[in-house]
């Protein structure tokens, strides 16, 4: 199978850290990425797991853990400007991505 | 350096009618790639496209169909339309060879069907 699972809401306050988890099917698994989409925009890349640990990049970090079939995309220091929907994507044959369903992420002042 | 561009911006068609989204990729990049997205949910891959040939497909019937010009921009092409093809139309532009695993969105197409 190719489905994704993730929390469909997240709210949290400003200067919050949340955490964002996605667990996947394994057919077929090359890899996990995480991407960004505001309101009317266009997904932008966050990062990508091909093996386990932790990937830092700014405020942001992404985790892989091949043997659970796990990630998650934290984000530290929240602000206004991260409210958007974060999609895990599994990385397949060809650089072909399979999206999960999308979290909506709220930052409340 | 120009990102991924996508035209038209909006689209209203009519059941049964024919459509032909375009897309320019990324300057450098030889790969496109064609995403739907339904409102509220992750874009579904439609498929794939490298040296003028689809080398990838996903779930989607027969009318979904595509082409890639020597330039390396794309067209998709959706036939008979049907109400429930109304959606965001993506695409997304990356190097075939290349190390990155990262994928460049384009702004996409919202199409409505009527």
């Known amino acids: 199978g190719q489905s994704l699972e993730q929390p469909s809401e997240v709210t949290a306050v400003e200067g919050a850290i949340v955490q964002i988890n996605c667990t996947y099917q394994t057919s077929g698994f090359y890899g996990l990425s995480w991407y960004q989409q505001h309101d009317g925009g266009a997904p932008t890349f966050l990062s990508y797991?091909?093996?386990?640990g932790l990937e830092e990049t700014g405020r942001f970090s992404s985790f892989l853990s091949r043997s659970d079939s796990y990630g998650y995309l934290l984000l530290q220091e929240l602000q206004m400007k991260d409210s958007a929907s974060y999609f895990c994507?599994?990385?397949?044959?060809?650089?072909?991505?399979?999206f999960g369903g999308g979290t909506r992420l709220m930052v409340k002042p | 350096d120009a990102g991924v561009t996508q035209s038209p911006t909006h689209l209203i068609k009519t059941r049964g009618q024919q459509v032909t989204l375009r897309c320019s990729p990324k300057s450098g990049h030889d790969t496109v790639s064609w995403y739907q997205q339904a409102l509220g949910q992750g874009p579904q891959f439609i498929f794939q496209?490298?040296?003028?040939?689809?080398?990838q497909r996903g779930n989607f019937p027969d009318r979904f169909s595509g082409h890639q010009f020597p330039n390396y921009s794309s067209e998709l092409n959706v036939n008979a339309l049907l109400l429930g093809d109304s959606a965001l139309y993506l695409c997304?532009?990356?190097?075939?060879?290349?190390?990155?695993?990262?994928?460049?969105f384009g702004p996409g197409t919202r199409l409505t069907v009527t």
């Open positions: 997304a532009s990356s190097l075939r060879a290349g190390v990155s695993y990262e994928q460049y």
């Open positions: 994507a599994r990385n397949n044959a060809g650089n072909m991505l399979t």
């Open positions: 797991n091909g093996l386990d």
């Open positions: 496209y490298y040296e003028e040939e689809e080398r």
